[in-house]
Each structure stands twice: as structure tokens, then as C-alpha cells.
């Protein structure tokens, strides 16, 4: 067992590494317009070296681009601009937490969120940390009401 690995498998440096790399998928799609089957090839490859959790990282990268106009609209309530006015770190960041909130249930909320921070905070702007947070922490106030209000307790 690695150094870090929980009693289910699931060891979460290499989730991290796959949410790093997963947002540098959805960005690289985002700009370049390229195919989700050539990113997640030409990233697969790459990631074998990282130790990354490839499952995971796939999931994301596909389901991101299966969901996006889904995504996207669950969202919009939450932005104060327009989804493609939205810097596209932060942007590819947001679709990915989204999916994350919606989809990956197995996934506590309060990670998602943390690790959505600390990778845009890695990435993005600046501040885009901040405006990431405010939207993702409405966003599963509604997304994963029974868990957030559980959590609050």
C-alpha cells in the first residue's frame, strides 16, 4: 500500500494529480477545440510518468465533455457573467468541480471544493480562487443539500 492510501484504495495524492492534470485537459480542449479522445490520449500518456490516478483523471475529462452544456447551466445561477466570459482556468476549473458535485457522489463535497481551490489558487489568477470558492459553495449548497446542511450541523 503507498504512503497515504486509505482503507478503500483511494490514495489522494494521486486524485490530486489527476484533478491537476484533468484541468489542463479541459483547458487545453477549451482553446484548442481538440477531440476529448486525442486529450485524453496525448494526457494519458504523460500522466503514466506523474503516478496520477488515470481512472479518475479520464472520468473527469470525459464527463466534462459529455456534460458541459449540463454543466454549464447549473452554473449560470451562480455567475455574474456569461460561462465564456469567465477566465478559462477558472472556467475549466468550475465545469470540473461541477461534475465533481454532481456525478462523483463518493466524493465528499468539502473535498471537491478544497481541491478546486487549491488548484486554481495554483493555476488561475490571482484572486480567481475567491470567485471560484463563492460559486462552488452555492453551487453545493443546492447540488449536495442533504451532505452541506449535515456538514453544518
Known amino acids: 500500500m503507498s504512503r497515504g492510501r486509505r482503507a478503500d484504495g483511494i490514495d489522494p495524492v494521486k486524485r ?13 480542449m477549451q482553446l484548442s477545440g481538440t477531440g476529448v479522445r486525442e486529450i485524453v490520449a496525448q494526457f494519458a500518456h504523460e500522466q503514466a510518468h506523474e503516478e496520477a490516478d488515470l481512472q479518475y483523471f479520464e472520468d473527469l475529462v470525459r464527463g466534462v465533455a459529455a456534460h458541459r452544456a449540463e454543466l454549464d447551466a447549473s452554473l449560470s445561477p451562480y455567475l455574474d457573467r456569461g460561462i465564456e466570459e469567465v477566465d478559462a482556468i477558472e472556467r475549466a476549473m468550475l ?32 484572486h480567481g480562487h475567491t470567485f471560484v470558492n463563492g460559486v462552488l459553495d452555492r453551487g453545493a449548497a443546492d447540488w449536495r443539500a442533504v451532505e452541506v446542511k449535515a456538514g453544518r450541523l
Open 16 to 28: 490530486s494529480r489527476a484533478r491537476r492534470r484533468a484541468l489542463q485537459a479541459v483547458y487545453a
Open 95 to 126: 465545469r470540473i468541480a461541477a461534475y465533481e458535485l454532481q456525478h462523483r457522489i463518493d466524493v465528499p463535497y468539502r473535498v471537491i471544493i478544497d481541491e478546486a481551490l487549491r488548484t486554481t489558487k495554483r493555476f488561475g489568477s490571482e
